[in-house]
T-cell receptor, first 115, second 112 residues
Framework: DVKVTQSSRYLVKRTGEKVFLECVQD?????MFWYRQDPGLGLRLIYF???????EKGDIPEGYSVSREKKERFSLILESASTNQTSMYLC??????????????FGPGTRLTVL | LAKTTQPISMDSYEGQEVNITCSHN???????ITWYQQFPSQGPRFIIQ???TKVTNEVASLFIPADRKSSTLSLPRVSLSDTAVYYC?????????????FGTGTRLQVFP
């Protein structure tokens, strides 16, 4: 089974702090994704990466950056956390990217609270 | 661009069959339709995928009419553990990029 792990299940940070969310997958997948999930808004794509050191913006990249130095690891960075970034963050990986037959495998999520 | 529309929420009782319909009027010719299930405090997980007619697995069935502009996820004899959010996915094909947009999903509540 594919396993996607996220560094923390719960995280509390203060406004202005730099926050790192880490995601690791063990299936040698090319593609990795970061989403945030808010009540009533579903999952919204922040960034995705289709290869090491490659990244593309999703629908809501503002206030976030990403890093993918190794194939198995994809980091989401909040340069200066703000209260409106309080959310559930979900990482996913997939083999083929945006082929419609592709399956995304999700981690358990990190619930971030910014005070 | 293909966009999906599905009901925001549905209620059911244990033992009933639940059908959740998703419309995707602009689905591309070669694209498949995929459904995910998300339990509280977990990430979504793949449950079923299809291209046309009917697909069945151990979890659900997926019915797709000939015009492929909609699809229906069918959960037979639901139990309390089927309480979850169900997402229908179809790729959005744009000029410069393709996206898989999850949308808001359908929140299914199963009662005893």
């Amino acid at each position: 089974d594919v396993k996607v792990t996220q560094s923390s299940r719960y995280l509390v940070k203060r406004t202005g702090e730099k926050v790192f969310l880490e995601c690791v997958q063990d299936m040698d997948h090319e593609n990795m994704f970061w989403y945030r999930q808010d009540p009533g808004l579903g999952l919204r794509l922040i960034y995705f990466s289709y290869d090491v050191k490659m990244k593309e913006k999703g629908d809501i990249p503002e206030g976030y950056s990403v890093s993918r130095e190794k194939k198995e690891r994809f980091s989401l960075i909040l340069e200066s956390a703000s209260t409106n970034q309080t959310s559930m963050y979900l990482c996913a990986s997939s083999l083929q990217g945006y082929s419609s037959t592709d399956t995304q495998y999700f981690g358990p999520g990190t619930r971030l609270t910014v005070l | 661009l293909a966009k999906t529309t599905q009901p925001i929420s549905m209620d059911s009782y244990e033992g009933q069959e639940v059908n959740i319909t998703c419309s995707h009027n602009n689905i591309a010719t070669n694209d498949y339709i995929t459904w995910y299930q998300q339990f509280p405090s977990q990430g979504p997980r793949f449950i079923i995928q299809g291209y046309k007619t009917k697909v069945t697995n151990e979890v659900a069935s997926l019915f797709i009419p000939a015009d492929r502009k909609s699809s229906t996820l069918s959960l037979p004899r639901v139990s309390l553990s089927d309480t979850a959010v169900y997402y229908c996915l179809v790729p959005q094909r744009g000029d410069n990029t393709d996206k898989l947009i999850f949308g808001t999903g359908t929140r299914l509540q199963v009662f005893p």
